[in-house]
C-alpha cells in the first residue's frame, strides 16, 4: 500500500461515496487477526510535484517496529517479507521530517467489504444511500466545521450533514471497527477521526479537501475515548477507553507521540487542554476528574497529574467541565450542580436559588460564551434527550429567535422497522415512545407520533388486510398494540386557518391489549385472517382481523416469545413458527374462529385444545466439534498411511530385503517415538440454554434456526416431533437434523434474516453490527448453497446490533436498524439505475377520516388486558353475589341488634332490684375484650403504615406553604357591600421583588461606615484625649514652674530676661511691618488677579448657556441619526435596575396602603355585623313585649362571606375532614362534571362553613357580652308576667303604656340605628371601590411600565459588557492623556528652570570677566596678555568621563548663537598668529595679576563646563517635549476615536432601546394627528407628549419673547455702563500719576535721593548679634554655675579624707592592743596545757569545742592582720583609696549588741 497525494480525491461523489469501484477484495477484521502475521514494511512516500526537492516525505513509525504504515488490517494482502535493509532505511527515514503538502490516498485507508473468493458477488452489492439515524448518546457525537457543516458518526461512517441542504456525504472508518470519537481543530481546518479495533489509528483529515493528512499510530490498545486539540492547534491530546485508559500529547503533524502516561484505572469520559494555559489539562470520567501539568524535571519533559479531592461531597462521575481563566476547573456532577475545582479541592458547589439543583440529572456539558456559563444537561436543557439536533440563539435579547429543531431521530435503540408493501415508505419505532415514518427514497422524514410508552415491534399491515397499504400495527412496552393509519393531509377538504399542511400524517385507528409484557412479535397470517401477537409475558395472542380484530383467544408458550412467523404459500397448511428466547420452537395450527355467540359466560380467552408441536432444543455444537476433530484424525492418519507406504515401495525397490528391513526398524522406532493421542473433545451441554435469535420455514415441518451464546457459529436445520398432548415440553430434548457452517460468526452471531422476493438472496444482520448478503440457488429450502457471501460492517462495532433488517416492495433498497440508533438504507445492486427524483407516495385519505372519531387511547400502563380484563369480570360478578349474601347477612344482624336494643329498654324499664347488669348480656365477655383489643392493634398498625405517607403530606404541605403561602404579604380579600351587589377586592401582594429588595442606598439612607464613623468622631475624640492628657504634662508643668518662680533670681538672669524681651520687641515690630507689606501685596495681587481679561464671560452666562443647550433648543428626536445623548442621560443597566426597584416599591407602597384600607373595611364590616346582631337581640328581646300588630320587620343580619376572611380556610378540625371526604368520596363516584366543580371548591366552602359556625359567625366576648346584658332588661318582664294573674290597676296600666311606648320607640331606633349602619358602611365601601378603580388604573399602566424596564434591562446586560469595555478605553486614554499633559508641564517648567541657570551662568561669566578688567585697571601694558592668559581655551580632563557621549558633538549651532560677546572676541584673538606662553609670568608684570588671571580662567571653565552640561539637558529636554507633543496628539486622537466608538454604541443602544414596544393607552380624543379631519391608520410618524409637557412649551414660547426682551433693555444699559467706566478709568489715572509724582519729591526732599519705603520700614535691630549676646551671657553664667559646683565638690573630697585618716589611725590602735592580748593568751594556754595530769589522756568534748574557738579565733586575728596592713600599706602611698575595715562574721553578730 503505498500512500500518495492525489489531487483529485476530493470528489467524494465519485470515489468515497460509491466504494464499488475497487478491485481488491478485503476480509473481514475478524479473519485478518486469525491470519498470518506478516512482516511490516516502510515505504517511501513522495508526491508528483516534490520530485525534485531535496526533502524526502516519510512517514514516522515507532523504533520499536509495532506498526508501520502499512496497517496491521492489510498485512495479510502483503505478497512477500521485506528485507532488512529496507527497514533499516525506515528506521534512518524515521527522523526526518514530513512534508507539510503530504497526503495518504484515502481509497488505501477506508475499509472496504469482504466479498468470498472465487465468487462473482460485486463488491458494490449494497450501497449505502442515506443514513436517517443520530447516535445522541455518544459522547461529543456533533462537531461544527463551518456555519453549514455538521458531523457526527453513525456506526463504522463519519456522516457530514449540510444543515441547509440536509445533503449527506460519507467516511469510511479506516480499521473496519468502528469510530471511537471526532475531534475538529480550533481553526476548523483539520478534523481527527479516531478509530477503534486493535491498536487503532487517529487519522487527522483537512477540510474541506477531506484527504488524510496525517496518522497517529499506537495510541491505545481498543479504542478512543476522547481527543482535543490545544487553542494554538499544535499538539493533540487523547485518551483510551478501556483496558488501557492511556493519554496521550501528540506533535501531530510529525506523527509522534510527546507524553504519554496512564490516565486513570476507570473510565475516562474526556480529556482538553487548558485554552489559557496550554501546558495544564483536565481529564475527567467515572468517579474522578484530574488536573495535569506538563513540567520540566531532571530526566525531562513529564506529564503530571493531580487527582481531584471530593472530600465531604459525594464522589460523583463527572461528564462535563470547562476551565476558567484564572485556572480554576468548573465541572458538573451526577445531580445537576455545579462543582468549583481550585488547588484540586471542592471550593464551593453551585446551585440555583432555593438550593434547587441546576439541572434534574448530570451535567454533560459546560462553556464559557462571553463571560456568561452554559450548561447541557441530560435532563433535555440546552440539549435534547430525544435525539434531535437544535439550533439555539444564545443572544438572550428581546429579539432572540426562539430555538429551531434542525432535525430530528429517534434516541437509544430501534427496536423495529418495516417497509410498506406497495411504495418507498418506512416506518420505525423505539423505546423514546415515539413511531416515525420515513420516505426512503427521496430521503426524508415525513411524520412521527408520540405515545407514553415506548414500542417494541412493528409491521406493515399486508395489502389483502388493508389495499391501499395505508396501516401499520405497532406493539409497546406495557403491552397495548396500536393500529396506526397513514394518509396524505393534502386530500383532505382544506379548512380556513390551517397553517400548513404536511406531506404526511398519522392517525390512531385502533388499541387493544392483549397482553401484560412488552410486545415482541407480531404476525399477519398468510391470507391476512389473523394476526398473532407474541409477548414476554409467555403468551400468543390471536385475533380475527375481519372483524376488527376480536380477540379469538390465546396461548401459554414455555417461555418470552422472541419471534412469529406464519408458514408461506407453498405450505399445505396455515401454521405459526413461535420462537422463544429459552430454547423452544412450536409450530400452532390455525385457531378455530367460532361464530357469533354470546361469550359471557366464558371465564378466559385461553385455547386449551389446540394441538401445538414442540422442539425443544439440545445443543449438539460440542458434538459437531468432536465430529470435525476425529474426521481431521483420520485425514491425517490416512496420510501417514500413503507416505509410509510409498516409503516403503521406494526403500523395496532400491534394496531389496535389506531395505524392508531397514523400514521396519524404522517404523518400530517411530512407534516409539509416537507419543499417545490427545483425547477427543469431550461432549458438553451450557447449564443455560443458549438464546434463540431468530429462524424462518425451510419445509413443512422444518425450520432453520439461529442461535446465540455457545451455539453460535452455525445455522441449524430443525424437525418438529409428532404432536404429543401427554409429552412434557421441559423433559424434551431435541436435535437438529443438519447444520450449515457460518464463517467468523463463533462470537458474532446472526441477529435478524430477511430475504429477498425471489429468495436468491439472504440478508443477515449479525451481532456486531456488520450485514451479510448470502447468494442461494432458487429453491434450495436446505441451503446447499450457502458458501458465497458479502459483509460489510456498517453499525458500531460494539453495541450496534443490527435489531431489524428489510428489503423494499421491488429489491432495489434494503434497510437496516441497529441498537446504536442508526437507520441506513442501502441500495441493491441491480441493472437498473435509479431515478435521483424518486418518491414514495402517501397513502390517499380515506372518505370520512377526518369525521371519523379517535378511539380512546390505553396510556395508562397499569391498564388491564383483554384476558385480565375479562378475568377482572368475572371476579366482579363472583364478589357481585359475595356481597349481596352479605347483605342479607347484615339485614339478618341488623334486625338481631334492634332485638337486642328492645331487649335492654324493656330491662331499663323494669325496677332496679330487677334489672339484669350490662354485663349479664355478654355472652363472654372475653370476646368483647378480644374485640377491642384487635381494634386497638389494628389501628396502632394502620398509624405505622401511614406513618410514611402522614409524614410526606405534611413534607409536602410545608413545601407548598413554603412556595405559595409564606411569600405572601396579603391574599387577596373580597368585601361585599350589604345592600348592594358591589364589592372590593384587595391585591393578592407578595414579597417585594429582588430589585427593589437590593436597591443600592443613597448617601442619606446609607448607613455610616466605618471611615465615615471615624471621620466624624474619631479626630474629635482623639484630639480630646490628647488634649487630656496634654492637660496633664501642662499641669506637671506648671507645677514645676511654680517651684521655679519661687526660687529668687539671679542679676545675671534679670540682665538676661531683660535683653531677650528687648531683642523679641524688636523683632516682632519688623514682622509685623513685613507682614503689613505682605498682605499689601497679596491684596494687589488679588485685585490684578480678579481684573477681568477682554475675552471673560461671566460664569453664571456660561452655566445658564450650558443648561440651555441640554434641556433648552434642541429638540431632536431619540430615533434621529444625529442625535448625541448627553452624558447625564446615559443609562446602563445598574441605573435601570434602580429605576425598576424605585417603581416596585412604589406600587409595593400604593398596594399595600390599599390592602390596609380594605382590611380596615373588612374589621368595620365585622364590627357592624357584631353591633347589629347585638341591637337584633335587643330588638327581639322588645318585641317579646309588644303585640303583634306592633312589630316591626326585623332587618337581616348580615353575612360575613367566606371571601372576606380567607384565613379561616385554614382552620379545620376532625369534623370538617370527615365532613371533606364524604364530599370528596361522593364526588369520586358521581364522577360528573358539576359534582366534580363543587367538589373542587368543597374544602375551602366546608372548612368555612364549619369553622365560621362553630365560630358563632365571629361574634367576639364583647358583642357577647353586650347581647347578654341587652337581654337581661328584656327577660326580667315575661319571669314577672308569669306571676300575675289579677287584672292589673290603672296605675299599672298608665305603667305599660308608657313603657310600651318606649319599646315602640326603641324598636324604631334600633332599626334605624341597624340601617344607618348598613348605609354608612355602603357608602364607605363605594367610597373606597372609586378609589380602588383609580389605582388599578396607575397599577395597569405601572404594570406596563414595568414590563417595559425589564425588556430594557435585558436589552442593557446584553450591551454592558461592550460599552464596560468601551468605557474602560476611553477612561485609560483619558487618564493616559492627563499624564502626558503634566509630564508636558513638568518638562517645560524644567526647561524655563535650566534657561534660567543658563542665564546665571552667562551673568557670572560676564562678572567674572568685568571684575576682571577692573582689576587689571586702564593702562597696564600686560592686560592683553593676562586677557588671553583669562581666555584661553584648555582642554580638561572630566573627573567622570561618560561612555558612548554622543551629545558632545551637538554643541553646535545654538551654543554658538548663545556665546557671549567677550567669547566672540577671544575667538579673534585666537585667530591672530600670535604665540605665548601662559605658564611664565613675564619680567615686570604684576605677579599678583597672573596669579589672579589663572584663577579666574579655572573659573571661567568651570562656568563653560556647567553651561555646556545645562544646554546639553535643555537639548534632551526639548527633544522629551517633542515627543511627549506626538504621544499627546496620537492619544488625544485614539481617546477621540474611543470616545466616538463609546458614542456611536451609545447611539446603537438606544436605537435598540427605541426598536422596544412600550405601550401607551390614549383616547380617541387624545390624538390630534389627523389627515384630512381623520386619524391615518399608520401612527408610527406620531409623537406622544403629556398635556403638562405640551403646555409648558407653549408657555416656554412666550417666556423666550419675554426673556428676548428683556435682554436687549440689559445690553442697552450695560452698554452705556460700559462708556460710563471707561470714562472714570481715565480720570483715576490721571489722579494716580499726580500722586505718584508728589510721592517722589517728598522723598527727593527728606532723603535726597528715592529710596524702597518697604526696605525702611522692615529695617530693625540685628537679630544675629543681639542672639550671640545673649548666649554669651548664657554661657558665662553656665561657666560660673559649674566651677561653684567644682569647688563645693574638692571641700567635700578633703573633708571625706579627713574623716578617712583618723578612722585608720584608731584602728592601727586597735591593732596594737589586739597583739598585746595575743601574746598574754599564748602564755596562759601554753601553762594550762603544762598543767595537766596522765588522766586526762583522750580528749574531752568541751576542750575540742574549746580548741575549735580558739583556732576560728586566730584564724580570725591573722585575717585581720593582714588586712590592716594592707591598709597601713596603702595610706602610706600618695593618693591611695581608703577602704572600709574588715569585720569578721563574728563581730558583725555582736556588733548589734554593743550598740
Not at 983 to 1001: E, G, M, N, T
Amino acid at each position: 500500500m503505498r500512500p500518495t497525494a492525489r489531487p483529485g480525491s476530493a470528489a467524494l461523489e465519485e470515489g468515497w461515496r460509491c466504494l464499488g469501484n475497487r478491485s481488491k477484495r478485503r476480509p473481514p477484521a475478524d479473519a485478518v487477526k486469525r491470519g498470518a502475521a506478516a512482516v511490516s514494511t516502510f515505504e517511501e512516500m513522495k508526491e508528483p510535484d516534490d520530485q525534485d526537492t531535496d526533502g524526502e516525505k516519510s512517514v514516522t513509525s515507532k523504533s520499536d517496529g509495532k506498526k508501520s504504515l502499512r496497517s496491521s488490517k492489510s498485512e495479510s494482502r502483503l505478497p512477500q517479507q521485506t528485507p532488512a535493509p529496507a527497514v533499516e532505511e525506515a528506521e534512518e527515514e524515521v527522523k526526518k521530517k514530513i512534508s507539510e503538502s503530504f497526503f495518504y490516498d484515502y481509497m488505501e485507508l477506508a475499509s472496504m467489504p469482504f466479498v468470498t473468493l472465487d465468487s462473482n458477488i460485486p463488491l458494490d452489492l449494497l450501497t449505502l444511500v442515506h443514513s436517517f439515524g443520530y447516535d445522541c448518546r455518544k459522547r461529543a457525537n456533533l462537531q461544527l466545521l463551518d456555519d453549514s457543516i455538521a458531523i457526527y458518526i453513525a456506526g463504522n461512517q463519519l456522516i457530514f450533514l449540510n444543515l441547509k441542504t440536509k445533503e449527506q456525504i460519507y467516511l469510511r472508518s479506516s480499521s473496519g471497527e468502528g469510530i471511537g470519537v471526532i475531534g475538529v481543530h480550533p481553526h476548523k481546518t483539520y478534523f481527527t477521526v479516531a478509530e477503534k479495533g486493535s491498536f487503532p489509528d487517529i487519522i487527522i483529515y483537512e477540510y474541506p479537501s477531506l484527504r488524510p493528512y496525517r496518522i497517529l499510530r499506537d495510541g491505545t490498545e481498543k479504542g478512543y475515548a476522547y481527543v482535543d486539540f490545544n487553542y494554538s492547534g499544535n499538539l493533540l491530546a487523547s485518551v483510551g477507553s478501556n483496558p488501557d485508559y492511556t493519554l496521550t500529547i501528540w506533535n501531530w503533524k510529525e506523527e509522534q507521540p510527546i507524553l504519554r502516561t496512564k490516565a486513570f484505572s476507570q473510565e475516562v469520559f474526556k480529556v482538553t487542554f487548558n485554552p489559557d494555559n496550554e501546558e495544564q489539562l483536565t481529564t475527567s470520567g467515572s468517579g474522578h476528574i484530574k488536573f495535569w501539568e506538563m513540567a520540566f524535571t531532571f530526566t525531562g519533559l513529564k506529564l503530571q497529574g493531580s487527582l481531584g479531592r471530593f472530600g465531604k461531597t459525594i464522589t460523583t462521575d463527572i461528564e462535563g467541565y470547562m476551565e476558567l481563566p484564572d485556572g480554576k476547573v468548573l465541572s458538573g456532577s451526577e445531580w445537576g450542580n455545579m462543582l468549583l475545582w481550585e488547588g484540586g479541592l471542592i471550593k464551593v458547589e453551585l446551585c440555583r436559588g432555593t438550593s434547587k439543583s441546576c439541572h434534574n440529572g448530570p451535567i454533560n456539558q459546560i462553556m464559557l460564551y462571553e463571560g456568561e456559563v452554559i450548561t447541557v444537561g441530560s435532563d433535555g436543557y440546552v440539549r435534547d434527550a430525544n435525539g434531535a439536533i437544535w439550533k439555539l440563539d444564545l443572544s438572550f435579547s428581546n429579539i432572540t429567535q426562539d430555538p429551531e429543531c434542525l432535525f430530528s431521530f429517534h434516541s437509544g435503540a430501534i427496536e423495529a422497522v418495516a417497509v410498506s408493501p406497495l411504495t418507498y415508505l418506512m416506518a420505525t419505532t423505539a423505546l423514546d415512545c415515539s413511531v416515525r415514518i420515513y420516505d426512503f427514497a427521496s430521503k426524508t422524514p415525513l411524520a412521527q407520533m408520540k405515545f407514553k410508552q415506548g414500542g417494541t415491534a412493528l409491521v406493515w399491515v399486508p395489502r389483502m388486510v388493508n389495499f391501499t397499504g395505508a396501516q401499520i400495527i405497532v406493539g409497546f412496552e406495557d403491552g397495548v398494540v396500536r393500529i396506526l393509519e397513514l394518509y396524505d393531509p393534502k386530500g383532505l377538504t382544506i379548512f380556513a386557518g390551517r397553517k400548513k399542511i404536511l406531506d404526511a400524517d398519522i392517525q390512531l385507528k385502533q388499541v387493544f391489549k392483549p397482553h401484560t409484557a412488552c410486545v415482541t412479535a407480531l404476525a399477519y397470517e398468510r391470507d391476512g385472517e389473523i394476526l398473532a401477537t407474541g409477548s414476554k409475558d409467555q403468551t400468543v395472542f390471536f385475533f380475527e382481523v375481519e372483524r376488527d380484530y376480536k380477540p379469538i383467544g390465546y396461548i401459554n408458550t414455555p417461555g418470552p416469545v422472541c419471534q412469529l412467523m406464519w408458514s408461506p404459500m407453498s405450505h399445505p397448511e396455515s401454521t405459526l413458527l413461535i420462537m422463544c428466547e429459552n430454547g423452544y420452537i412450536l409450530e400452532a395450527p390455525l385457531p378455530t374462529i367460532k361464530q357469533e355467540e354470546d361469550d359471557h359466560d366464558v371465564v378466559s380467552y385461553e385455547i386449551k385444545d389446540m394441538c401445538i408441536k414442540c422442539f425443544h432444543f439440545s445443543s449438539v455444537k460440542s458434538k459437531i466439534l468432536r465430529l470435525i476433530e476425529i474426521e481431521k484424525r483420520e485425514r491425517q492418519r490416512e496420510l501417514k498411511e500413503k507416505i509410509r507406504e510409498e516409503r516403503r515401495n521406494k526403500l523395496a525397490a532400491e534394496m531389496g530385503e535389506d531395505g524392508e528391513k531397514e523400514f521396519q526398524e524404522e517404523e518400530e522406532e517411530e512407534e516409539e517415538e509416537e507419543e499417545e493421542e490427545e483425547p477427543l473433545p469431550e461432549i458438553f451441554i451450557p447449564s443455560t440454554p443458549s438464546p434463540i435469535l431468530c429462524g424462518f420455514y425451510s419445509e413443512p415441518g422444518k425450520f432453520w434456526v439461529s442461535l446465540g451464546g455457545y451455539d453460535s457459529g452455525f445455522l441449524y436445520h430443525c424437525e418438529f416431533p409428532p404432536c404429543d398432548e401427554s409429552s412434557d415440553f421441559k423433559e424434551q430434548k431435541d436435535e437438529p437434523i443438519d447444520v450449515r457452517y457460518l464463517a467468523d460468526t463463533e462470537d458474532n452471531p446472526i441477529q435478524t434474516i430477511t430475504f429477498n422476493i425471489n429468495k436468491v438472496m439472504m440478508f443477515c444482520g449479525m451481532k456486531n453490527g456488520a450485514i451479510r448478503v448470502y447468494v442461494l440457488n432458487q429453491n434450495d429450502p436446505s441451503l446447499t448453497s450457502l458458501v458465497d457471501y458479502w459483509h460489510f460492517n456498517m453499525h458500531d462495532n460494539n453495541y450496534g446490533c443490527i435489531k431489524s433488517i428489510a428489503s423494499s416492495f421491488d429489491d432495489r433498497f434494503l434497510v437496516t436498524a441497529g441498537a446504536d440508533g442508526n437507520i441506513f438504507v442501502f441500495n441493491i445492486f441491480s441493472e437498473f439505475m435509479l431515478r435521483k427524483d424518486m418518491k414514495a407516495k402517501v397513502p390517499s385519505p380515506r372518505f370520512g377520516i377526518e369525521t371519523e372519531p379517535i378511539p380512546e387511547d390505553i396510556e395508562d400502563p397499569k391498564a388491564y388486558s383483554i384476558e385480565n380484563a375479562r378475568r377482572k369480570r368475572e371476579h366482579d360478578k363472583l364478589m357481585k353475589e359475595v356481597g349481596e349474601i352479605k347483605a342479607q347477612k347484615r339485614e339478618q344482624i341488623k334486625a338481631l341488634r334492634s332485638e337486642f336494643c328492645k331487649l335492654l329498654e324493656m330491662n331499663e324499664k323494669l325496677p332496679k332490684h330487677m334489672q339484669f347488669k350490662r354485663t349479664d348480656f355478654d355472652v363472654d365477655s372475653q370476646i368483647r375484650a378480644e374485640m377491642h383489643r384487635k381494634t386497638a392493634f389494628k389501628i396502632q398498625q394502620v398509624e405505622k403504615e401511614l406513618a410514611w405517607e402522614k409524614e410526606k403530606h405534611e413534607l409536602g404541605l410545608m413545601k407548598l406553604k413554603n412556595r405559595f403561602r409564606d411569600p405572601l404579604e396579603s391574599d387577596t380579600i373580597v368585601v361585599h357591600a350589604i345592600l348592594s351587589d358591589h364589592k372590593i377586592s384587595s391585591y393578592r401582594l407578595v414579597q417585594p421583588s429582588k430589585y427593589s429588595k437590593f436597591k443600592r442606598a443613597s448617601q442619606s439612607e446609607r448607613k455610616p461606615s466605618k471611615l465615615d464613623r471615624f471621620e466624624k468622631e474619631g479626630p474629635g475624640r482623639k484630639d480630646s484625649q490628647r488634649d487630656a492628657g496634654g492637660s496633664v504634662t501642662i499641669q506637671e508643668e506648671s507645677i514645676v514652674e511654680k517651684g521655679k518662680k519661687f526660687r529668687p533670681k539671679t542679676l545675671s538672669e534679670i540682665i538676661v530676661e531683660n535683653q531677650i524681651e528687648k531683642t523679641r520687641k524688636l523683632i516682632l515690630k519688623a514682622e509685623r511691618a513685613q507682614l503689613k507689606i505682605q498682605q499689601r501685596k497679596k491684596e494687589w495681587e488679588e485685585l490684578y488677579k480678579s481684573k477681568p481679561g477682554d475675552d471673560y464671560e461671566d460664569p453664571k452666562d456660561l452655566q445658564a448657556i450650558k443648561e440651555a443647550q441640554v434641556y433648552m433648543g434642541d429638540f431632536n428626536l431619540k430615533t434621529a441619526p444625529d442625535y448625541k445623548i448627553p452624558e447625564h442621560m446615559r443609562i446602563n443597566a445598574a441605573k435601570k435596575e434602580e429605576e425598576l426597584g424605585h417603581l416596585d416599591s412604589l406600587v409595593h407602597g400604593n398596594k399595600r396602603h390599599m390592602n390596609k384600607c380594605i382590611l380596615s373595611l373588612r374589621d368595620l364590616k365585622v364590627a357592624v355585623v357584631e353591633e347589629i346582631q347585638c341591637l337584633v337581640e335587643e330588638l327581639k328581646n322588645i318585641q317579646l313585649t309588644l303585640h303583634i300588630s306592633k312589630h316591626i320587620p326585623i332587618p337581616k343580619i348580615p353575612q360575613i362571606h367566606p371571601e372576606e376572611v380567607p384565613e379561616k380556610r385554614f382552620q379545620y378540625d376532625e369534623e370538617t375532614l370527615l365532613n371533606f371526604k364524604q364530599q370528596q368520596m361522593k364526588s369520586n363516584d358521581e364522577k360528573s362534571p358539576g359534582v366534580e366543580q363543587t367538589g373542587s371548591g368543597g374544602p375551602v366552602g366546608g372548612f368555612l362553613k364549619l369553622s365560621s359556625g362553630k365560630d358563632g359567625d365571629l361574634t367576639t366576648r364583647d358583642s357577647i357580652s353586650r347581647s347578654s346584658k341587652a337581654s337581661t332588661f328584656s327577660l326580667d318582664i315575661p319571669k314577672c308576667l308569669e306571676f300575675e294573674k289579677a287584672e292589673p290597676t290603672d296605675v299599672e296600666l298608665e305603667i305599660m303604656k308608657r313603657d310600651e311606648i318606649k319599646h315602640v320607640y326603641m324598636q324604631q331606633y334600633l332599626v334605624n340605628r341597624i340601617k344607618e349602619l348598613v348605609v354608612t358602611f355602603d357608602a364607605e365601601l363605594r367610597l373606597l371601590r372609586h378609589q380602588k378603580l383609580k389605582l388599578d388604573t396607575q397599577m395597569k399602566l405601572s404594570d406596563l411600565h414595568h414590563v417595559t424596564l425589564f425588556q430594557e434591562i435585558l436589552l442593557l446586560k446584553n450591551f454592558e459588557k461592550q460599552e464596560n469595555v468601551l468605557q474602560e478605553r476611553v477612561n485609560s486614554l483619558d487618564k493616559e492623556e492627563q499624564y502626558m499633559q503634566w509630564k508636558i508641564n513638568e518638562t517645560l517648567k524644567e526647561m524655563e528652570e535650566k534657561k534660567n541657570e543658563i542665564t546665571k551662568l552667562q551673568e557670572q561669566e560676564k562678572a567674572l570677566y568685568a571684575g576682571f578688567q577692573a582689576a587689571i585697571g586702564e593702562n597696564n601694558k600686560f592686560a592683553n596678555f593676562l586677557m588671553k592668559v583669562l581666555k584661553k581655551k584648555i582642554k580638561r580632563v572630566k573627573k567622570k568621563e561618560v561612555e558612548g557621549d554622543a551629545d558632545e558633538d551637538e554643541e553646535s549651532e545654538e551654543s554658538s548663537e548663545e556665546e557671549s560677546s567677550l567669547e566672540s572676541d577671544e575667538d579673534e584673538s585666537e585667530s591672530e598668529d600670535e604665540v605665548f606662553d601662559d605658564s611664565i609670568c613675564p619680567t615686570n608684570c604684576d605677579v599678583a595679576l597672573f596669579e589672579l588671571a589663572l584663577q579666574l580662567r579655572e573659573k571661567r571653565l568651570d562656568i563653560e563646563e556647567a553651561l555646556v552640561e545645562e544646554k546639553k539637558i535643555v537639548d534632551n529636554l526639548k527633544k522629551e517635549y517633542d515627543t511627549l507633543s506626538k504621544k499627546v496628539k496620537i492619544v488625544a486622537t485614539n481617546l477621540n476615536a474611543a470616545e466616538e466608538a463609546l458614542e456611536a454604541y451609545q447611539r446603537e443602544k438606544q436605537q435598540r432601546l427605541n426598536e422596544l414596544l412600550v405601550v401607551i393607552p390614549l383616547k380617541l380624543h387624545q390624538i390630534e394627528y389627523v389627515v384630512f379631519g381623520e386619524i391615518p391608520s399608520d401612527l408610527s410618524g406620531t409623537l406622544v407628549f403629556s398635556n403638562h409637557a405640551l403646555r409648558r412649551l407653549q408657555e416656554r414660547i412666550r417666556e423666550l419673547q419675554e426673556e428676548n426682551s428683556k435682554q436687549q433693555k440689559l445690553n442697552k444699559e450695560w452698554r452705556e455702563r460700559r462708556k460710563q467706566l471707561i470714562r472714570e478709568k481715565r480720570e483715576m489715572t490721571k489722579t494716580i500719576h499726580k500722586m505718584e509724582e508728589t510721592v517722589r519729591q517728598l522723598m527727593i526732599s527728606k532723603f535726597g535721593r528715592v529710596v524702597n519705603l518697604e526696605a525702611l520700614q522692615t529695617l530693625s535691630v540685628n537679630t544675629t548679634l543681639e542672639e550671640l549676646k545673649i548666649r554669651k551671657l548664657r554661657k558665662e553664667l553656665a561657666n560660673a554655675k559649674e566651677m561653684k559646683m567644682w569647688e563645693e565638690k574638692i571641700a567635700q573630697m578633703r573633708w571625706e579624707l579627713m574623716m578617712k585618716t583618723k578612722e585608720h589611725t584608731r584602728k592601727l590602735y586597735q591593732m596594737n592592743d589586739l597583739c598585746i592580748e595575743k601574746k598574754k593568751l599564748d602564755s596562759r594556754l601554753n601553762t594550762l596545757q603544762n598543767q595537766q595530769g596522765n588522766a586526762f589522756q583522750g580528749p574531752r568534748e568541751a576542750d575540742v569545742v574549746a580548741r575549735e574557738e580558739v583556732t576560728e579565733l586566730i584564724q580570725l586575728q591573722a585575717e585581720r592582720i593582714s588586712a590592716l596592713k594592707e591598709e597601713i600599706a596603702l595610706l602610706r602611698r600618695k593618693g591611695g583609696l581608703i577602704l572600709p575595715p574588715i569585720q569578721s562574721p563574728r563581730e558583725k553578730e555582736i556588733q548589734p549588741a554593743d550598740l
